[in-house]
């Protein structure tokens, strides 16, 4: 069966505004929402269909608010059940609440900060395939074997002065099984840019047959070039990819900079005990009020 997974959190969200505004809010000075559907009188509004709706991405717009009002139904009528046997009083599912408030809300204000980043110029976008060859005017299909190798700084040097000294992969992957570090195999066939871009220099300047050994998550990884094949992408073709790339870089940027000035600037203490399990806290020293 389909699973929705952001349903939950938009839920949540509009559970616990539904609880603070109904205590806030006198009845008469709120407009009725459109309503999609009803469940023993109460009214799922359009526009909750509609916000969760839009992030099923790759969705038909019909299919997609089908399946949330679907959804949404269902749960009404849970939490119906839930709200007459007192559970909205617990006090771990109001916390869970709060927290799901806090978390959609800090996001809205980030998606807010992103859509205020400025899409990359011509000029930008022409620099950006200038400097990166290897993805566009010199981009290439490559057929690796890629041998994951595990281990610590020992290992790592141990596998550098052998892979310095084999003449190709097969050699070193013999050598390999002679001793007792652990590692993998597999051969992949993927294009310059569907692969890391620490691994992308590497390879760029090597033929068929040679071997690149990069940094990996758990250790090495050794690259030999089983084969390759050219195929380029005009700067008319990339500009576009190139031009969304840019632009979420610069939004993530933007709102990387957005939370790290508002969290500088606020007065944020710790107390037992999570004071003494915060390093973040204990290396940036007190909080600027």
Not at 40 to 50: A, L, N, W
Not at 94 to 117: I, W
Not at 177 to 189: C, Y
Request: proline fraction near 5%.
């Amino acid at each position: 069966m389909k699973r929705y997974p952001v349903l939950a959190t938009g839920l949540l969200l509009f559970a616990a505004s539904a609880m603070s505004l109904n205590g806030c809010q006198p009845e008469q000075d709120r407009a009725a929402p459109a309503a999609a559907a009803r469940v023993d009188g109460s009214v799922i509004p359009q526009d909750q269909v509609e916000v969760l709706a839009a992030r099923l991405s790759g969705t038909d717009a019909g299919t997609a608010r089908r399946a949330v009002l679907e959804r949404l139904v269902g749960e009404e009528v849970l939490r119906a059940e839930a709200l007459r046997q007192g559970l909205h009083k617990d006090p771990k599912v109001r916390a869970r609440l709060a927290a799901a408030e806090r978390e959609v809300l800090a996001t809205a204000y980030l998606d807010d900060v992103a859509a205020r980043a400025a899409k990359p110029g011509a000029a930008e976008i022409h620099d950006y395939y200038q400097q990166h060859p290897e993805l566009f005017a010199e981009r290439r299909i490559y057929a690796l074997r890629e041998i994951d190798i595990e281990g610590g700084a020992d290992v790592a040097q141990a596998v550098e002065e052998r892979a310095a000294k084999a003449k190709s992969v097969a050699e070193l992957l013999e050598w390999l099984r002679t001793t007792r570090v652990a590692f993998s195999v597999k051969d992949i066939t993927l294009a310059a840019e569907s692969l890391p871009m620490n691994w992308v220099a590497a390879l760029h300047a090597l033929r068929d047959g040679q071997m690149a050994l990069v940094r990996g998550e758990r250790g090495l990884v050794m690259l030999g070039i089983a084969g390759s094949r050219s195929e380029p992408v005009s700067e008319q073709t990339a500009a576009p990819r190139i031009e969304q790339f840019l632009w979420q870089q610069r939004r993530t940027e933007l709102m990387r900079k957005t939370g790290a000035d508002l969290r500088a600037r606020a007065a944020i203490e710790y107390l037992p005990p999570y004071a003494a399990e915060s390093p973040a806290a204990a290396a940036a020293g007190p909080a600027r009020p």
